[in-house]
């Protein structure tokens, strides 16, 4: 933008300078021929004007003595004969400059409402002093066709700034396009970064949760604490390799196995589960009642209850983590549209909107030694049983956790 403008201006100016130059050229040459026509004789006796006059004849023009008084005008204007010039207080600097011997343009002055400029060239005798000047004038023309070009530039200046302006638009475009593909391909890389290390990570924790759950079979055996104590580690064992196959079938790109589970009695075990760590936290649950609608039993989504469980774990804790010194925790869960809809909503600090548009992006986290991960997989297990997260947060009042589940189909238990 700043070449075009300078280019304009430069452009301007050159032809400006052509074309004064060309117009004073033209007027001294014209005032010139005219003062070396007129004798030393006919200043001396101006009353000799006749048409047989060579200086009236020839150069119907002005003649102003040195004195600065009109001494012929050739115009037809006898009433300004023996008054002062008025061109003299127009074009002063050129008059000083003739009388000085040498022929001058005067800058443009205004006129009759016109602009005009005057040549002033002196008529000398013969000992080269100057007894008097002759002048012409003309109208500055060429003005006229200044402000005509200055008017295209302009307009072409203005042309090309909203050229340059549309192309800078298409480039910040462009640029952020590219910038969005980068953080998407980062994204792809990191995410299949992630689905080779779950596979590793698949494989070499089911040989060692089979040797844990073999031995614990066998210590069933033995006394009854202990076979109880080995149910739980049968189980918790099964739940873990059920979790690492569902992480791999996540690296793979897979989606929910289809086992329908009810998100309803998922949620009662989940928050009955971390009764423990509630108090620990010393927060406290609101829970609503939940009553499944008359004749549709209770729910059932696209999603076993050990994902479901794993869903609602992870957003508990993260609730947890957003009131370090205590607060409420509460749990809403009903029907509506023929969807399971499940809140939860913390009494934490809130999340500012620049964070909660990031929020759930991959390898994305607040958390000094979290990965970004948990509610980037929380995500993906609702919607692989076709359902919905939506978190919504106000800072200083707390973040909104909304799980839409929708109905299996034919999935409701009696």
């Not at 590219?178 to 080779?196: H, I, P």
Request: hydrophobic residues 45%; neutral net charge.
């Amino acid at each position: 933008m700043l070449v075009t403008a300078l280019g304009a201006t430069f452009a301007y100016r050159g032809v400006r300078t052509a074309l004064e130059t060309e117009f004073e050229s033209r007027l001294e040459r014209i005032v010139r021929r005219a003062a070396s026509q007129i004798a030393p004789a006919d200043i001396r006796d101006p009353a000799v004007r006749s048409t047989e006059s060579a200086s009236y004849t020839a150069l119907q023009t002005l003649i102003v003595d040195s004195a600065r008084v009109t001494l012929v005008d050739a115009r037809e204007r006898e009433e300004i004969e023996g008054l002062p010039s008025v061109l003299d207080s127009l074009a002063r600097p050129a008059f000083d400059r003739a009388f000085a011997g040498h022929a001058a343009v005067s800058t443009p002055y205004l006129r009759d409402h016109s602009v005009r400029r005057a040549a002033v060239a002196p008529i000398g005798d013969e000992h080269g002093h100057a007894l008097a000047v002759v002048a012409i004038e003309a109208e500055a023309a060429y003005l006229g066709a200044l402000a005509d070009l200055r008017h295209t530039l302009l307009l072409i200046a203005l042309v090309s700034l909203l050229a340059i302006t549309v192309l800078a638009a298409l480039f910040i475009r462009v640029a952020a396009s590219t910038a969005r593909l980068e953080r998407r391909l980062s994204r792809a890389e990191n995410l299949a970064a992630m689905g080779r290390l779950t596979a590793t990570l698949a494989h070499e924790i089911k040989n060692p949760l089979a040797v844990i759950r073999g031995s614990a079979e066998r210590l069933g055996k033995l006394e009854p604490e202990a076979r109880r104590m080995s149910d739980y580690v049968v189980e918790e064992a099964d739940r873990l390799a059920k979790t690492v196959s569902r992480y791999l079938e996540f690296a793979r790109g897979g989606v929910a196995d289809g086992e329908a589970g009810d998100p309803i009695e998922a949620l009662d075990q989940t928050l009955n589960l971390l009764d423990g760590e509630f108090r620990d936290r010393h927060v406290t649950v609101a829970r609503s009642a939940v009553e499944a609608p008359a004749g549709r039993g209770s729910p059932r989504v696209a999603l076993d209850r050990d994902s479901l469980k794993q869903v609602y774990l992870n957003l508990i804790l993260n609730a947890l983590e957003a009131m370090p010194d205590g607060g409420t925790l509460t749990v809403a869960a009903g029907e509506h549209a023929g969807k399971i809809e499940v809140a939860l909503t913390d009494t934490g600090a809130g999340i500012p909107e620049e964070t909660l548009r990031r929020i759930g992006s991959p390898f994305f986290t607040t958390k000094a030694r979290g990965s970004g991960l948990g509610l980037f997989l929380t995500r993906r297990l609702v919607q692989s049983a076709g359902g919905e997260l939506e978190i919504r947060s106000e800072v200083g009042r707390g973040t909104t956790c909304v799980v839409r589940w929708p109905r299996r189909k034919g999935g409701a238990a009696k």
